[in-house]
């Protein structure tokens, strides 16, 4: 994963990838008969990590707090794992990654997805599409990790609040 999004896909061969991960050609091949096809594979693994981090925090019965507590989150596993997140940041709009995977990966969060429509069916977030609400949610997480990536670890804490405040304001009724 590290080595696609530090040299990008094409300038990383199977054999830099088997090299990197301790094994040989042969094995990788043998799992993945295609760089594609193991590109799909981290994608959805990542994109199952990411919903086992994100949804084991839900015990809240408000939907603005759990809603809140699903974005704060998905930000916090994106700084705990900023390998996953360059992976995903390079990869999310990449045509590497098949239809097939983007509709598995989206179907991961049905949950969330749930959320907001219940939300929107309450009169408590804006009805519009949920596939416009999802593109401008992932666009503000990743808007925001990235700049908290480049701030000191100790620092971070003071804007995420206002991130929240933010994004809820957005969307909310």
């Not at 199952?48 to 939907?63: A, D, G, M, P, Y």
């Not at 959320?115 to 599409?129: R, V």
């Amino acid at each position: 994963m590290k080595l696609l999004t530090e040299k990008g896909i094409q300038a990383t061969p199977m054999s830099a990838i088997a090299k990197a991960a301790g094994t040989g050609m042969g094995t990788i091949y043998n799992y993945f008969p295609t760089k594609e096809e193991l590109i799909n594979a981290i994608y959805l693994y990542i994109k199952n990590l990411e919903v086992q981090f994100i949804t084991r925090k839900t015990n809240e019965s408000s939907l603005k707090i759990k809603f809140l507590d699903y974005y704060k989150a998905f930000i916090d596993f994106n700084l705990q794992y900023p390998d996953c997140f360059a992976f995903m940041d390079q990869m999310q709009n990449s045509p590497v990654i098949s239809c097939h995977t983007k509709e598995k990966g989206k179907a991961e969060f049905l949950q969330i997805i749930e959320l907001i429509q219940k939300g929107q069916d309450e009169g408590i977030i804006k009805k519009m599409s949920i596939e416009a609400i999802l593109q401008f949610l992932a666009g503000t997480m990743t808007a925001y990790v990235r700049w908290m990536l480049g701030i000191k670890e100790n620092e971070r804490k003071k804007y995420l609040d206002h991130q929240l405040r933010m994004v809820w304001d957005a969307i909310k009724e």
